[in-house]
Structure formats: C-alpha cells, structure tokens
C-alpha cells in the first residue's frame, strides 16, 4: 500500500496537466499514488494523449462532469493511501512537498491535515507574490478564525483520509468553495489542521477558473456559512464568528462589485457599491474614492489610468 494518494481532478487543465504531473513525478519523496479523475472534460481526446505517456504510472478515471468535489470524490474512493494530497491539474508542486508535508504529519500525530505557503505563477498581477502575503494564517486554524478569515486553508492540502472520510468527504453541490465548506466540517468533527510557511507549491491563477470569480466564490462562501449557521453543533462562540464573517464577505462582493461598475465607468453603481463595501471595511483610500466618484469622477478615473500605466497594482 502506498503511504499517500495523490488526488488531480482533470477540467479545463490539458494544457497544464502534464507540468503538474512532472512536480510529483520528481518528489523526493516516492511513496505515492497518483490518481487522475477526467470529470467529462469536453477536450477529452487532447487530454488522453497528454496523459498517454503517464497512464502506466497513473489510475486513470473518467466520469460525467459533475465538479471538482465530485472528482475529487471519486478520487478519494478509488484510493487506498492513509494520506491524501490534494493537486489541482494546473498547480505544481515544489521537489519536497510531500517529503516535508508527510513528515509533519507524522511528527505530529495529533495533526490531520497540513498546508504550506505557496507562489502565485501565470499571467497575473500578483505573479510573484506568496499567497501567505495575500491570505494570512495566524494563530491556531480552528472554525472562528477560518470563518472570519484570519487563518486561509489553501489547497494543496495533505491530510490523514480517515479525517476526511469521518467528515464527509466534499459536498458535490459546491463547485467553488467545495474546499472551505470540507475544512469546516473537519474541524466540526474534531479535526486538527496545522500549517508550514514553507512555499512548498506553486498556485497558478488564469481568466475563466473557478476561482477568479470573484462576486461568485463570496456568494459561495456565504451560501456554505448560511447552512453551518444552523448546525445543533455550532457554539454561541462560533455563530458569532459565522455572523462576522457573512458581514465582511458580503462587504466584499460590495467591493468587487463597485469595482467592476467602476471599471465599467457606472459612477452611480460604483459609488452605491463602495459605500456599501466601506460601511463595514472602514478603508480610508476606499473612502477618498467614494469621495472622488461623487464630486470630482473624472478625476477618479484618471488617477486610475495613471495607477494602471505606472505599472503598480
């Protein structure tokens, strides 16, 4: 038996698969499984002939698309691992990732589940940056600070499978957020995560992933929180964080939104949805463009051409 499985879901990820799949074929660490889960890719044929000179090296599976937790599902089922690593088919793990993250794993017996930082690549204005700069993780992971955003779970991810067994596995109605609503669950059921500063992977951002929506991955998020709200196992405590985590997502599809209306030049709609965003962000810069939308917007705008051809973010 294998000491881990590594679960890659295939959607949309032809023309990267094979560099992800080269990062765990030059692990130093060489205990594994690798199971791939074509889940109804439409580019099935140019998929299969990426894969070709894989496939004796790989458990293949092909299944009707249904979503990345559905995949990942089906992964999870098809192996035997006590470990489980989560790669996406366009992301690439650095040479030992699963060396440094088994070995936390095991040194730490009470610990089900481990993340790393890792380092935005592709075209993106963040290339370069770590996403730990982006998205902190501070103090211990547990429901309240995942809830509120003061820990960020990134996937990749390894964890002990019968954690993630106990709790469920991913929730297949979830297509963008399917990760947050399982590490929440694990965490119900008694799960202990931990983290590594270590930029153990590479965390490629591209137009039209789930992901870079994203209006439609807070929408998500609120949709998950909404149900746990409800759970008989949430504290008083945890409700609370639940409740304050809604109001900053909801604050952030604000934003998102004014931003996009802003781009779009819709003064009204920009500044409706800023205002909303800062009345419970309380950000200074956010409140002086608010303030040059409403009386000077052209102004506005050209402070923004000039951010842009200044080549700052």
């Known amino acids: 038996m294998p000491q881990v499985s590594v679960i890659i879901p295939a959607y949309g990820v032809t023309r990267y698969i094979a560099e992800a ?5 030059a692990q130093t660490f060489s205990d594994y499984e690798i199971v791939v889960i074509n889940d109804g890719c439409p580019d099935t044929e140019a998929l299969e002939r990426v894969l070709a000179p894989y496939r004796d090296r790989i458990t293949y599976l092909k299944q009707p698309n249904g979503g990345p937790s559905q995949a990942r599902n089906a992964g999870i089922v ?6 489980v690593a989560f790669l996406d ?3 690439v793990w650095e040479p030992s990732y699963l060396e440094r993250q088994l070995s936390f794993l095991r040194e730490n017996p009470s610990i089900d589940a481990v993340y790393s930082d890792g380092v935005i690549i592709g075209d993106h204005p963040d290339a370069g940056r770590r996403l730990m700069d982006l998205s902190p993780s501070e103090g211990e992971v547990t429901f309240a600070r995942l809830v509120t955003q003061e820990c960020t779970v990134f996937l990749p991810l390894t964890a002990r499978r019968e954690a993630i067994v106990r709790a469920g596995m991913f929730t297949p109605q979830f297509r963008n957020v399917e990760d947050f609503d399982l590490w929440l669950r694990m965490l119900l059921s008694g799960a202990k995560f931990a983290y590594q500063r270590l930029p153990l992977f590479r965390y490629r951002r591209r137009k039209g992933s789930l992901s870079e929506d994203s209006v439609a991955m807070r929408r998500a998020a609120v949709q998950v929180l909404e149900r746990f709200k409800v759970s008989p196992k949430i504290t008083a405590a945890e409700r609370s964080a639940i409740e304050k985590g809604e109001a900053r997502f909801q604050a952030e599809i604000y934003l998102f939104e004014g931003m996009r209306a802003f781009e779009a030049r819709d003064t009204v709609r920009a500044v409706e949805n800023l205002r909303a965003a800062n009345r419970q962000l309380h950000d200074r810069r956010l409140g002086l463009k ?10 506005a705008y050209a402070g923004a051409r000039l951010w ?3 080549g700052r973010r």
């Open 290 to 299: 608010v303030f040059l939308l409403r009386w000077c917007p052209e102004l």
């Open 308 to 310: 842009r051809t200044s």
């Open 21 to 25: 799949l080269d990062s765990v074929f």
């Open 89 to 91: 088919g366009d992301d």
């Open 78 to 83: 098809a192996s035997s691992a006590p470990f």
